[in-house]
């Protein structure tokens, strides 16, 4: 009897050990399966978003595995999408392609767009849902903008004649408020680096957000903040050409750069060179607006569409010290207007350029040499 209890009592307890372990088993497994269905669902690729997680394969099935007939434009580094997620949300993607991901270049610009993008929060800078930044599927989630890019809607004569004027200065007016808090509001100051028509995106109510961050930068007080040229041509600020020192008023240059082409419907070309210095033929601010709008009638509209000429004039000063801060432009917007005094069909170009110097900042050394 006394053997038979030895005997049993190791047997007993093994086969409690093999239970034991058994129900650890089964209560792990469920875990371990919901973490491979998290990782599929692409919860570990999101962020903060509309309505919590963005799931993986909904993006994945929602563009067909990103089918180009889903494709709506091509930026200066992968390609944008539409996508309806299943709550009907519709938001917009731009992805890496596969060569592009593996282009040291790009994906330095995507990692950087995501990280300036999730430390901003400003209603007239475009909003970012969420990103997969898996090496095999690179791509980035953002509010849908109906009406695609300002510079598209300036191209087509349909699109632009429903932009009217007040619509334009509003555009304008957004794009400085943006970049004030960029400058201003931000520590340290984020410099966008390429604002052009192109990146600045319009909505179904025109209003207007600044998109695209892949090349933008933070401004050190400690550091040389030197770089190299990047942005898009025709808005780049000329001292980047010979000093590759950035600064706050290289977005400025390119601030007024889009306001000229916001008005003048058109990218401002070789106007820009030639005021430079004051324009010597006397040509009237209405031979250039855009000629698919008719000339405003209202006072306070005529006098907004002047105040943006002016500060555009301003804008592309060739001394960046000259130029106005973007903080000082926004403080204008948000003063009191004023009707236009004279009609607007008899204000010229050269008045606005003497107009421009309510803007222009005096440098310290001129300060210093008229002491």
């Not at 994945?60 to 580094?77: L, Q, R, S």
């Not at 510079?151 to 200065?169: K, M, N």
């Not at 030639?274 to 209405?286: A, D, K, V």
């Amino acid at each position: 009897m006394k053997l038979a209890l030895v005997i049993s009592l190791p047997a007993v307890v093994f086969l409690a050990l093999l239970v034991a372990v058994a129900c650890f088993c089964l209560r792990k497994t469920p875990k371990i399966q919901s973490e491979d269905k998290a990782t599929k669902h692409g919860d570990l690729f999101s962020i903060w978003n509309y309505d919590g997680r963005i799931a993986y394969e909904d993006i994945i099935k929602a563009t067909n595995d990103f089918d180009i007939k889903y494709c709506i434009g091509t930026g200066g580094y992968g390609s944008v999408y539409r996508a309806q997620l299943p709550s009907g949300k519709v938001v917009a993607l731009k992805k890496l392609h596969r060569l592009e991901a593996e282009d040291p270049a790009f994906d330095l610009c995507f990692r950087n767009e995501v990280q300036v993008l999730t430390n901003v929060r400003h209603k007239s800078i475009v909003k970012l849902y969420g990103f997969c930044l898996h090496k095999r599927c690179m791509f980035l989630v953002y509010e849908y903008m109906e009406k695609g890019s300002l510079f598209c809607a300036l191209r087509f004569d349909v699109e632009a004649s429903e932009i009217g004027w007040t619509q334009r200065v509003k555009i304008v007016e957004a794009t400085a408020h943006a970049l004030s808090y960029l400058h201003h509001d931000c520590t340290p100051p984020i410099v966008h680096r390429d604002i052009s028509s192109n990146n600045v995106l319009l909505n179904s109510q025109l209003e207007a957000f600044v998109a695209d961050f892949g090349t933008a930068r933070l401004l050190y007080p400690d550091s040389s903040n030197q770089t190299v040229i990047a942005g898009t041509y025709g808005y780049i600020a000329p001292e980047l050409a010979y000093t590759m020192v950035l600064t706050e008023k290289c977005d400025v240059y390119s601030f007024g750069v889009v306001a000229l082409e916001t008005t003048l419907g058109r990218h401002p070309g070789d106007l820009l060179s030639s005021l430079s210095s004051p324009p010597s033929e006397n040509i009237m601010l209405t031979d250039v607006l855009d000629p698919r709008l008719p000339p405003p009638t209202n006072p306070i509209v005529e006098g907004n569409i002047v105040l943006v000429a002016t500060m555009a004039f301003a804008c592309i000063c060739r001394n960046p010290k000259s130029r106005p801060t973007m903080l000082r432009l926004s403080q204008e917007f948000l003063s009191q207007r004023k009707a236009l005094a004279a009609p607007l069909h008899s204000v010229s170009l050269l008045q606005l350029w003497n107009q421009k110097m309510n803007f222009v900042q005096i440098p310290d050394e001129v300060m210093c040499a008229q002491v």
